[in-house]
């Protein structure tokens, strides 16, 4: 059976500087409810079908498929961009662009062709790959069995973040008993899934990343694609997904210095003996101010710099490229990372005890950054570095770097 075949009304092509037009236009609608969507869990879903309907989420779908295949770096600043308005929503798509990149290494010509095609369509990709219970993060139980020229997936995900919101799951599944993973396409709406808005996490508080429940999903042949053997060789797809979470992080710090420069210009009193009519002349909390702008805007450089590496990597792919582009990465994700706790824990004390109160919602962003910033221990992305400064050991290449 050959289900690859469907019409569709497209999306918007969007080119490079115009996808960081649209992303910056639409980033300052997003961040007038940010707050309030927190407080009340109010979970994006008009802020999301926008996202779609600009066509930003097409925009690495490669040209031989009619996608305008940007930059990593240019998708690095629209995630910022994005983030730095609501991180929920910059963090949504993060597993949608990362299968796109799958689709991209791993697919048939037939499979791009189809799931391109529905993503060119508006349609959007979310992820099941995480499940509890298990030793570590990168051990899959689910497991697809043959059902004649078919298969059937069976298992339950948690931390699904986006598959609340997808047309389609890439489900992340044995082929066989103890086979080889694989990525079962699914679509959202199948008999035998379940996806169940569960998550609590005190920050991040709108990404529905709950969990997936796969009860003998009937999956045809044509939507499964190879995922471990993308590993056999150099590679960028690892630090292309973490880079993704850098941008994350790296909005979220630009996010809490800005707020915080807006609540201490029209809220926060003076201390008094600091001699100035306005707390935004105390020359502590200039200080203070200053320091949190040069750790953002150094997370920012070296988050660019992590773009442009694997840019570099993916245009001449050797063990050589692909290492830098990780170790690059790495240092983007541990300076975000820090960036991102500092200026969201910070904030308050540049801002005085008017920054507690409830109502000011400048907790989000400390929250938002410490949920956000557990999804990778940065001291393993330290401890790749200083190997590599050490003795010049490379990387791994498990793509968790």
Do not use: C
């Given at each position: ?42 979970l994006p879903s008009y802020e999301l079908d926008e996202l779609s309907g600009s066509g930003l989420l097409a925009i690495t779908v490669p040209t031989r498929y009619g996608g305008a295949d ?86 339950r995900k948690f931390y699904a973040t986006g598959a609340l919101f997808a047309d389609w799951i890439p489900v992340l599944a044995h082929l066989g008993t103890d086979g080889p993973l694989h ?125 442009r590496a694997v840019d570099r990597a993916n245009a001449d792919l050797t063990a050589g490229s692909a290492a830098a582009a990780s170790l690059a990465v790495a240092a983007a994700r541990a ?67």
């Amino acid at each position: 059976m050959n289900v690859l075949s469907t019409e569709r009304i497209g999306v918007p092509v969007l080119p490079a500087a115009e996808a960081i037009a649209v992303a910056a236009e639409l980033a300052a609608g997003f961040a007038d409810g940010a707050a309030e969507r927190d407080a009340g869990r109010v979970l994006p879903s008009y802020e999301l079908d926008e996202l779609s309907g600009s066509g930003l989420l097409a925009i690495t779908v490669p040209t031989r498929y009619g996608g305008a295949d940007v930059p990593v770096e240019t998708l690095v600043e629209v995630i910022r961009l994005l983030s730095a308005a609501d991180p929920n929503i910059g963090q949504i798509p993060q597993s949608h662009f990362v299968y796109v990149n799958q689709l991209r290494l791993q697919g048939t010509d037939a499979q791009r062709e189809f799931l391109f095609g529905e993503v060119l369509a508006g349609k959007r990709f979310g992820n099941a790959q995480s499940e509890r219970g298990t030793r570590h993060i990168r051990e899959i139980r689910t497991t697809l069995t043959p059902d004649g020229s078919g298969w059937r997936l069976t298992g339950r995900k948690f931390y699904a973040t986006g598959a609340l919101f997808a047309d389609w799951i890439p489900v992340l599944a044995h082929l066989g008993t103890d086979g080889p993973l694989h990525v079962a396409w699914v679509e959202r709406t199948a008999p035998g899934v379940e996806v169940i808005d569960d998550w609590d996490g005190l920050g991040q508080r709108t990404t529905g990343s709950g969990s997936v429940v796969l009860e003998d999903v009937a999956v045809d042949a044509d939507l499964i694609t190879p995922y471990a053997t993308t590993f056999d060789g150099p590679q960028t797809y690892g630090a292309f997904a973490q880079l993704l979470h850098a941008a994350i992080d790296a909005g979220i710090a630009r996010a809490a210095v800005a707020e915080a420069g807006r609540f201490v210009r029209e809220h926060s009193r003076p201390y008094p003996d600091a001699g100035v009519e306005r707390a935004a002349d105390d020359p502590l909390v200039v200080h203070a101010f200053g320091e949190l702008e040069l750790a953002t805007r150094a997370a920012e450089a070296l988050l660019a710099e992590a773009g442009r590496a694997v840019d570099r990597a993916n245009a001449d792919l050797t063990a050589g490229s692909a290492a830098a582009a990780s170790l690059a990465v790495a240092a983007a994700r541990a300076s975000t990372a820090r960036a991102a706790i500092e200026a969201g824990s910070r904030l308050f004390e540049v801002s005085g005890t008017r920054a507690a109160a409830g109502g000011s919602g400048l907790d989000r962003h400390w929250r938002n950054a410490r949920t956000h910033t557990l999804h990778d221990p940065v001291a393993w992305k330290i401890q790749h570095l200083g190997h590599w400064a050490v003795d010049g050991t490379p990387p791994p290449n498990h793509g968790q770097v």
